[in-house]
């Protein structure tokens, strides 16, 4: 329903963990996603203009690319966006009609699209443009995050994570529940610093961005002899004349 | 924010029918409008039939229109749906007060009248209070937002009233009040334009992204190379000149011009008062368009920050 | 009470799939995933990774995962064609089957029963070449060659004369092990799932990634560090890093002299016939100095070698270890930091940086795996230890004319630190390493009517006597690989065919025979002109290039100048076989090959292009292709993959062979192969056991298994080749020595490159123009999500990558007054181009770059002509030339003078702001194509939907 509920004790808060460290910007976790969605739960995911001028369709996963930094000190980053499943959506709140709802017992914000209106204010109150407007059925849609594969008893277990996790080759998506904070994605983002987007707004995401790491410190040892400059030395050659080496 | 026509057309004629509404239900009962039936059913009459055309104007910005009456559902948490159930809920004793009017009036009009004007400001707040409580954008999220809803609604009843009024010679007390209010929306307005151009940034790219420990952040690439519907909707941009120049004729066409005219046709009335009135609402009517439309337009969606355009244009 | 959404939404939890789910192996590039495709009504439901297959382990990249576009696209072509209006017109009619095949074999039978050269048989980014070159060889003709020419032929040139495999699909970083990688020229590239896989678990194991790249994107983006170097210096720095190695002496002297020709002597005689030859003893066995018994055959297990000095061989010739001239060569003031600092836009301070890093982790940190193995002298050690720094490198570096040389460092930079097929270091992937160079010379000698070919057409020279040339040095071959003009040539030149043939340089030909290469748009340098040679007719107004076959799934901008159109199926809709006879799926890990299978059935008038090809080899008559009677040897192409031998015992496909089953590489035909290939997920992969998982290359046991499966013809040591002698044999016929020896125009070319040792110049086209106007090295790549495949047919890949700007330095552009989004003008020495600008932070400041193969033109792939492909997509081609600028002589090809490689990256261009008025539309903007005929209408709206949503 439009009003958030009260989580019963234990209950879940699933979540991806997305890791810009090594995410290569390849795009498989959208177009898997787009893939699996399109037959899937909120079917379809309709693209306008597929073979025209102005193509441009329903997806639940963008991938943007960014540099932070000036210059060579900078980094290219590469930047897939999806719904966080905020703990305190406003999009679920706004919502006239109760179906845009979050639900209860693990946290996955979803639509009912059999009684949405279509009147988009749930676009606007979301702040990382996580909603989807389908206009050809009129209906708002969005990551679902695959609630009809995480549940999915015809899918082997340990496939059975949203779409876009299972396929990225770069294993930067990761998904679990993140109100365990003994769980393996909690331990990473304690682990790495992982952080929400936009916390300042109060929607409290659920899903958590890894940064970039630093560039580990070269383990150079202790500075060895830079050795000679080739003009310092008659013939550098002569260093291997006796040197000896053998099988 | 993309500028819609529907959303445009049915806040603007929605607030002064709302704004009519509720002046003729203050005002009627105080005996400072004419109490003919011919009046009441003119105005009040109008004040439904604005209401009638903003609110099925705005089912034009919806999905599925069909289903509409379900947004009726959730006054609980949202805004959208209260100003619904208030809209809904005004038409009673609205319509039961046109009735009255027509037949004409009594004390149980006079109440349908007050129950109207409460309706009418309740759904006028409802209405302020849907882009008021939208964090994301930080021109509506603003505390002069709601008030600003309130007092152009008003306005433009009390304009509209002055009209009306003008044809039975008795349009001193609306076009007094219309002018004030005027005077106030002005001040608003400009109060509220030097408030959000001074605000920082409710989140920038850094924040948007969490790459700011590297430093500026910077698009490189979309995620897809043509447009799509965040961009259209929310990323609408207006150039600054073109904003500065609609924000004169919304301030002076819609706000300052009228309530000078109204308060020149107080001394002068008659035919002249009457032309002026005229002139006033034209005026106002051609500046709470662009009042709305820049509403629209100088709003700033974070979800723009993905896309690269910066905090402020 | 209010509505509740969730009480009331429908959400099914446990849906199948789909009604049935189908292993094959994607096809969407040339990484051969396997995919597991969920079919529900017929219709194709969801293509995921299979997470049993050794390739990606269940991962799929944004190709492979849309797929399902791929497959259903429009563009797809419906029914054979012949071309009924002038070339390029696209008038067709629709024809059946046997009225193609006649064609086809009437063209091609007269072309084999006069002059079977005639036929030019050339394949795009096919995967099929054992089968499509054994074929050409059967036919006669020797002009056959794929997409390598113009791919990485450096590469794998490079590697295999050096290493005896090379990066590229022939080896690997150890992605387990490995604790530095450092990547040159590395963009989406070959392989692209294991390269993402592996740079996630070497990040997280905390190893430094380095990524030496114009560019930084993708695999640079999240390098740890990223050296912004300017295209073709790559080798001038890599001889800094080897300056610095050899001049601090941090090199693996005990790896050089165990497993490299370091201690080798080099014959010194200036002038001599055998300048620069190895000395060899009586058995033709090289020889190295011993410190106490002098000169000895360089095998012996013993040898404790002197690597710098003059020595008089018993023969009283003088000689020198490879290792002097090596060292001699490098320690070299042009190689020094500071000498290339400026030209590679690297600092000295920074290349000594990072060569004390690579040492450091080398030989600070050597890797110790606790598992005993046997060298080629029988000695057994008890642990693997191996020198942690692995390198990896693509087109960045290849796609030069100076890439050869360039590669071949890199190779000599890992074995001086010992980093070879060694524990944490870069890996052969089986069936490598191989023989250096491998194999005889390649076919193409002597073609004559009705007779096939013997050998390889895509072979290896090993010295002049191999080359492909008539006694006056004119090229034999229509792409002039394997002359003097490419004496490496391994992999054709096929950026030259269409041009040399319109040229009837050295001949006209017959028949133009092309499959999958789209060489009337992205896959020609300057497709204009291409497109021009294509549609050039003679004074009687016959076609110069009489007669064009064209095989394609798709609706390319190649389609329109063809005679005949042989429509092709999509990749999930045949069979095929990603063979060890070709470029298989092995790994470091072991060997291992793939097959296709069809999962859904054409719903068009199409037929796989292998069974065409086999049974226009039957209706030919080839030999292999047809039984002593005459009828056809095979049923069809999945016949030809479980019967067809190669050598006895040897077929295209490695598992389970023999009549039970029951083999490994070697063994008879087996009937139920497939069926066992299909049970096991469509691939067979054997599992190399840890004492045979590294230095593959002197490994007793690798060597002798890998002989026993049919991977390598003998088990001897692989010796690997700082010194090229077939390069100095190649010099000495330059020199004038021999009977074989280079024509005059060609002569001062070949001895310069043709260098025994790695040496850096500046490319080319950059030597022999005026660069000052045109200031800028301008460079493109393929973008992850259209790598390897054009990919616009695709309606979810275009909207990815629907248009492509040109990315400039920010600093750069604010210095010439060029704003984002700018519309400017690109011009080359050869054409200027239009395209919209964008500015980043991530690219050398010296260097313009753009994505590949995304401007499309007008009307093709079944795209409306106002798609933003055609109107703001843009290729660079355009300002690319296939030849050299004017001089003196024949036209030679831009490409490498070793191995004929388009050199793509060797363009130097100027970009000026475009004049009012001029923005918004890219040129040259050639007019629309128009579609086949009876090719649907393509929707307003795809609501793509196989099951699965809402009851």
């Known amino acids: 329903m439009t009003s958030l509920p009260t989580p019963p004790p234990g209950a879940k808060k699933l979540g991806l963990v997305i890791d810009l460290d090594t995410c290569v910007g390849c795009h498989a976790c959208a177009t898997n996603c787009k893939e699996w969605n399109t037959s899937g739960h909120m079917a379809p995911l309709p693209d306008r203009n597929p073979y025209s001028a102005g193509q441009e369709g329903v997806w639940f996963n963008r991938v943007h690319s960014y540099e932070a930094g000036e210059g060579e000190e900078g980094r290219t980053v590469h930047f897939p966006r999806s719904c966080l499943h905020c703990e305190t959506p406003a999009c679920v709140t706004v919502c006239p009609t109760g179906a845009s709802y979050k639900r209860a017992e693990d946290g996955i914000v979803l639509v009912n699209t059999d009684i949405c209106i279509g009147c988009q204010l749930c676009a606007w109150a979301c702040p990382y443009g996580a909603r989807e407007f389908d206009d050809d059925a009129g209906v708002m849609k969005k990551c679902t995050l695959c609630v009809d ?8 277990e340990k496939q059975r994570v949203p779409a876009c996790v299972s396929t990225c080759p770069a294993n930067a998506r990761h998904f679990g529940d993140l109100g365990d904070p003994d769980s393996a994605v909690s331990k990473l983002v304690a682990e790495r610093g992982g952080v929400a987007l936009m916390p300042e707004l109060g929607y409290q995401p659920v899903n958590r961005y890894l940064p970039p790491r630093r560039a580990p410190k070269p383990d150079a040892g202790p500075p060895r002899d830079p050795g000679p400059l080739p003009s310092q030395i008659t013939n550098p050659l002569l260093r291997w004349v006796d040197k000896v080496l053998s099988r | 924010m993309n500028p819609a026509p529907s959303i445009i057309v049915f806040t603007v004629a929605s607030g002064a029918g709302y704004g009519l509404l509720f002046w003729m239900g203050l005002l009627r009962p105080l005996g400072l409008v004419p109490s003919s039936a011919g009046f009441g059913a003119l105005a009040v009459g109008i004040a439904l039939l604005l209401i009638m055309l903003g609110l099925l104007s705005s089912t034009a910005h919806l999905g599925r229109p069909e289903r509409a009456w379900r947004a009726l559902s959730q006054w609980r948490s949202s805004w959208l749906s209260r100003e619904g159930v208030a809209a809904v809920a005004t038409f009673a004793p609205a319509g039961l007060f046109f009735v009255g009017v027509i037949g004409g009036g009594g004390a149980f009009t006079t109440l349908m009248g007050l129950l109207s004007a409460i309706g009418a400001a309740a759904t006028v707040f409802c209405t302020g209070m849907i882009y008021a409580s939208l964090k994301p954008i930080r021109q509506w999220h603003h505390p002069l937002v709601t008030p600003g809803y309130l007092l152009f609604g008003a306005f433009s009843g009390a304009v509209l009233l002055t009209l009306f009024a003008a044809f039975w010679g008795a349009a001193a007390v609306p076009a007094a009040i219309a002018a004030v209010l005027g005077a106030a929306a002005f001040i608003l307005k400009r109060a509220y334009w030097s408030s959000v151009d001074a605000a920082p940034p409710v989140a920038t790219m850094e924040s948007a992204t969490g790459l700011g420990f590297i430093g500026k952040v910077r698009p490189l690439d979309p995620p897809h190379t043509e447009t799509n519907y965040l961009l259209r909707e929310m990323a609408f941009r207006i150039g600054r000149v073109h904003a500065q120049r609609l924000r004169r004729i919304a301030s002076l066409a819609g706000f300052a011009a009228p309530a000078v005219l109204l308060a020149l046709a107080l001394p002068f009335g008659g035919a002249l008062g009457g032309i002026f009135a005229f002139a006033a609402t034209g005026l106002a009517l051609v500046g709470l368009l662009a009042e709305r439309w820049l509403m629209f337009a100088e709003a700033t969606h974070t979800v723009a920050l993905y896309y690269g355009q910066e905090p402020r244009a | 009470m209010p509505a509740d959404g969730g009480a009331s939404d429908r959400i099914i939890y446990s849906a199948p799939v789909g009604d049935e789910v189908k292993t094959t192996t994607c096809y969407m590039c040339a990484c051969r995933c396997g995919i597991r495709v969920h079919l529900k009504d017929g219709r194709v439901r969801y293509i995921e990774g299979n997470p049993d297959h050794p390739v990606n382990r269940g991962v799929l990249c944004g190709k492979g995962s849309a797929g399902i576009m791929t497959h259903y696209a429009p563009a797809r072509l419906r029914a054979p064609l012949k071309r009924i209006g002038p070339r390029g017109s696209g008038e067709f009619a629709e024809i059946s089957w046997d009225e193609a095949m006649e064609i086809a074999t009437g063209w091609l039978k007269n072309v084999r029963e006069t002059d079977p050269r005639k036929l030019a048989f050339f394949t795009g980014r096919d995967q099929s070449q054992s089968l499509t070159g054994f074929w050409a060889a059967q036919f006669g003709t020797p002009n056959f060659a794929a997409h390598g020419g113009f791919c990485s032929v450096n590469m794998a040139a490079g590697g295999l004369y050096t290493i005896g495999g090379s990066f590229w699909e022939f080896g690997e970083p150890d992605w387990e092990h490995a604790r530095y990688l450092m990547l040159f020229g590395v963009a989406e590239d070959h392989d692209s799932n294991p390269i993402k896989t592996g740079l996630a678990a070497l990040k997280k194991r905390g190893a430094k990634v380095v990524s030496v790249n114009p560019v930084r994107t993708g695999y640079s983006a999240v390098a740890d560090e990223w050296v912004g170097i300017r295209p073709g210096t790559d080798g001038l720095f890599i001889m800094a890093l080897i300056h610095e190695l050899l001049r601090t002496d941090r090199v693996d002297g005990a790896f050089l002299v165990r497993y490299t020709n370091a201690p080798w002597l080099v014959v010194r005689n200036p002038g001599g016939a055998d300048d620069g030859l190895f000395a060899r003893d009586a058995d033709g066995k090289p020889l190295a100095w011993d410190r106490a018994r002098g000169a000895i055959a360089a095998e012996t297990a013993d040898l404790s070698p002197v690597l710098v000095g003059e020595f008089t061989l018993p023969d009283g010739r003088k000689a020198q270890p490879v290792f002097h001239l090596m060292a001699e060569r490098y320690l070299g003031t042009e190689y020094a930091p500071e000498a290339v600092a400026e030209r590679c836009g690297v600092s000295a301070e920074r290349i000594r940086r990072l060569a004390a890093e690579v040492a450091d982790i080398a030989f600070n940190h050597p890797l110790t795996l606790d598992i005993p193995w046997t060298d080629v002298w029988g000695r057994k050690h008890e642990t693997l230890v191996g020198r942690p720094v692995a390198f990896h490198a693509m087109r960045g570096i290849s796609a030069h004319s100076n890439g050869f040389h360039t590669c071949r460092a890199l190779h000599i930079l890992q074995m001086l630190l010992g980093a070879v097929d060694t524990p944490g270091s870069w890996r052969y992937k089986s069936p490598f390493p191989r023989p250096i160079p491998p194999g005889p010379g390649p076919a193409g000698k002597g073609a004559k009517p009705n007779t096939p070919l013997a050998g390889n057409i895509l072979s290896f020279t090993h010295g002049p006597d191999d080359l492909l040339v008539e006694e006056d040095g004119t090229p034999i071959r229509i792409d002039h690989a394997f002359s003097w003009e490419a004496p490496l040539g391994l992999h054709g030149m096929m950026h030259t065919v269409i041009g040399n043939a319109a040229k009837g340089d050295p001949y006209r030909i017959d028949t133009l025979f092309m499959f999958m290469a789209n060489m009337a748009w992205n896959s020609a340098m300057n497709p204009l002109d291409t497109i ?19 095989s394609d799934a798709y609706f390319s901008e190649t389609v329109p100048y063809a005679d005949l159109i042989l429509p092709d199926t999509t990749y999930l809709e045949r069979w095929d076989c990603i063979s060890i006879l070709d470029r298989p799926i092995g790994s470091s890990h072991g060997p291992g090959d793939a097959i296709r299978r069809p999962v859904v059935k054409p719903d068009r008038d199409v037929r796989p292009f292998q069974e065409v090809l086999i049974e226009l080899g039957a209706r030919l008559g080839l030999p292999a292709f047809v039984k002593e009677d005459g009828s056809p040897r095979f049923k069809d192409y999945p016949d030809y993959i479980v019967n067809h031998q190669r050598m006895p015992g040897i077929g295209p496909l490695a598992g389970w062979r023999g009549e039970d089953g029951s083999k490994k590489g070697v063994g008879e035909p087996n009937p139920d192969q497939l069926q066992r290939y299909i049970e096991n997920g469509c691939f067979w992969r054997h599992h190399l056991a840890p004492e045979e998982s590294y230095f593959k290359h002197a490994n007793a046991t690798y060597l002798a298994n890998a002989k026993a499966m049919g991977l390598i013809g003998k088990s001897d040591q692989i010796v690997l080749q700082i010194w090229s002698e077939p390069l100095q044999k190649f010099r000495l016929a330059a020199e004038g020595h021999g009977a074989k020896q280079p024509p005059e125009h060609l002569r001062e ?17 950059q030597q022999q123009h005026d660069t000052e106007p045109f200031p800028l090295s301008a460079v493109t790549q393929r973008p992850m999500a259209m790598y390897h495949s054009w990919g616009t047919m695709n309606a979810w890949l275009r909207q990815i990558h629907g248009a492509n700007k040109l990315y400039m330095a920010r600093a750069r552009a604010e210095e010439m007054g060029l704003a984002q989004d ?9 054409g200027r181009v239009k395209a919209q600008l964008s500015l980043m932070e991530g690219v050398n400041r010296d260097t313009v770059w753009t994505w590949n193969a995304i401007g499309k033109r007008a009307g093709a792939w079944m795209l409306t002509p106002d798609a933003a492909e055609a109107t703001r997509g843009f290729l660079l081609n355009h300002v690319i030339s296939e030849w050299l600028p004017a001089q003196a002589g024949p036209r030679l090809a831009n490409a490498d003078p070793v191995t004929g490689q388009a050199a793509w990256y060797d363009l130097r261009v ?32 795809l609501r793509y939907h196989a099951g699965g949503a809402k009851p």
């Open chain 1, 149 to 156: 594969r995480i549940y999915n008893e015809h899918i082997p």
């Open chain 3, 749 to 765: 070319r070949v001895r310069t490159y043709c260098d025994p040792l790695p040496f850096w110049y500046a490319p080319l086209e």
């Open chain 3, 822 to 830: 700018d519309w400017v003008w690109v011009e080359s020495r050869s």
């Open chain 3, 910 to 941: 100027r970009v000026t702001k475009c004049a009012p008025g001029e923005e918004g539309v890219t040129d040259p903007l050639p007019t629309m194509l128009h579609p086949p005929p009876n090719m649907p209408e393509p929707p307003d709206i």
């Open chain 3, 532 to 550: 021009a040679c294509l549609t050039a007719q003679d004074e009687n107004g016959d076609y110069v290039i009489p007669h064009v076959i064209y």
